[in-house]
């Protein structure tokens, strides 16, 4: 047993796969769904992973493109960035791309190399001992030559009995010159025998974003990640002790699922710690109880505390004000109504509140904190957060 911590089945890492990934049966089945339909000729409906930040959208949507692999799927994936264009970071996925597929037709593989070559390289040489660094030629990106390369690249796959897949993470952070692009094309192969599957994960503004670069995108079908209910919270962590001869006291698993509310990532950090303490093969609720404190404050300097610690007193109010209205999205007339005030009086508060990845607003004239389980973080120091903002005081109207 003195091994046995090192050989803990939790993944508490950003992206990082559990290992039972529950609750999200109606995501899995509509992708593997939409996986064989494209493969079959047939045009399937883009796919949308939509949540907070720690719900499991990369996870499943990685669980997907293993699935969509090994169905015969050739898989460009890509991590949007607002600071790189898109083509070149499907350079690293089309690198990939030709590494998953163990051995390709010549001709495939020669299209893989023409498609290389006409994206900018995003890695830099070091060549020598003294570390100097040279910059790889950059090239102009516009929206045509990523289209043509992409339709000709779906051609020759179909050619030799294979489809495509084209996934973006982070997709709010995709520039939308370039989801624009995909999205054309997307479109148009829908209408062919030779459709391209769109996958895609990111956070709740996601959707809006999307329907300002295209109102078809209304269509597409999106899937919201939700925290996990309480049985689906004790699977997640029951199943993978037991497979490794670990049982949990059902007091233990209740506790645990108590303590992270069913957020996946909350599980998985709670799970992972109960896993590292516990001794022979049986996990209690003594051993739940002993690492309660250490993760909270794990939880609070990672999640919370940068975040809140910034704000102005003004902005505690506000957040107070948030709070008192309960989980989820809120008007901002409702916010201010809570303030004693209008909203127009308090705009530049909630921009402030954006800007620093509290909230958010998924929809118009509505605020949500950033978050999950933020309604808890702040209820626990409610009389610091008022203290606070005691010291500058909003304007009552």
């Given at each position: 047993m003195s091994d046995e911590k090192f050989d803990n089945p939790y993944r508490p890492t950003p992206g990082g796969e559990p290992p039972a990934l529950v609750g999200r049966d109606?995501?899995?089945?509509?992708i593997r769904y939409a996986v064989g339909l494209t493969k079959a000729g047939g045009a399937a409906q883009p796919i949308v992973l939509i949540g907070l930040r720690g719900m499991g959208k990369t996870a499943v949507l990685r669980r997907c493109l293993t699935h969509a692999r090994e169905s015969g799927g050739i898989v460009l994936s890509a991590e949007a960035s607002r600071e790189l264009h898109l083509a070149t970071i499907l350079r690293q996925g089309l690198e990939r791309a030709k590494n998953d597929v163990a051995s390709i037709p010549k001709k495939l593989k020669d299209t893989f190399d023409r498609f290389l070559d006409t994206l900018p390289e995003a890695s830099y040489e070091l060549p020598g001992e003294l570390g100097g660094v040279k910059l790889s030629k950059r090239r102009k990106v516009d929206e045509s030559p990523l289209a043509d390369t992409l339709e000709s690249l779906n051609a020759e796959v179909r050619k030799h009995g294979r489809f495509l897949v084209f996934a973006v993470d982070e997709i709010q952070e995709c520039p939308a010159i370039d989801l624009l692009t995909v999205i054309r094309l997307v479109h148009q192969t829908a209408s062919t025998p030779e459709p391209i599957l769109f996958l895609g994960a990111g956070l709740p503004e996601s959707i809006a974003y999307l329907h300002k670069i295209r109102t078809y995108t209304e269509r597409?079908?999106?899937?919201?990640?939700?925290?996990?209910a309480k049985d689906e919270t004790i699977r997640a962590i029951d199943e993978p002790a037991k497979k490794h001869g670990v049982t949990c006291e059902h007091?233990?698993?209740e506790r645990l699922a108590?303590?992270?509310?069913?957020?996946?990532?909350?599980?998985q950090e709670y799970a992972s710690a109960t896993w590292i303490h516990h001794r022979r093969n049986r996990i209690t609720l003594d051993d739940v109880v002993a690492v309660i404190p250490g993760v909270r404050k794990i939880i609070n300097d990672g999640f919370y505390d940068g975040r809140f610690r910034r704000?102005?007193?003004?902005?505690?109010?506000?957040?107070?004000?948030?709070?008192?209205?309960?989980?989820?999205a809120h008007s901002v007339s409702e916010i201010a109504a809570q303030l004693g005030t209008r909203s127009e009086a308090v705009s530049s508060i909630r921009n402030q509140l954006v800007?620093?990845?509290?909230?958010?607003?998924?929809?118009?004239?509505?605020?949500?904190?950033?978050?999950p389980l933020t309604n808890r973080y702040i209820d626990e120091r409610r009389a610091e957060?008022?203290?606070?903002?005691r010291e500058t005081p909003l304007p009552k109207e």
């Open positions: 109606a995501e899995l089945e509509a597409w079908r999106y899937f919201r990640l939700e925290l996990l007091v233990a698993l108590v303590e992270t509310a069913g957020y996946p990532f909350f599980v704000l102005t007193p003004r902005e505690c109010s506000y957040v107070l004000a948030m709070n008192a209205l309960g989980e989820g800007k620093k990845d509290v909230a958010y607003a998924p929809a118009g004239g509505l605020l949500e904190f950033r978050m957060f008022e203290k606070r903002a």
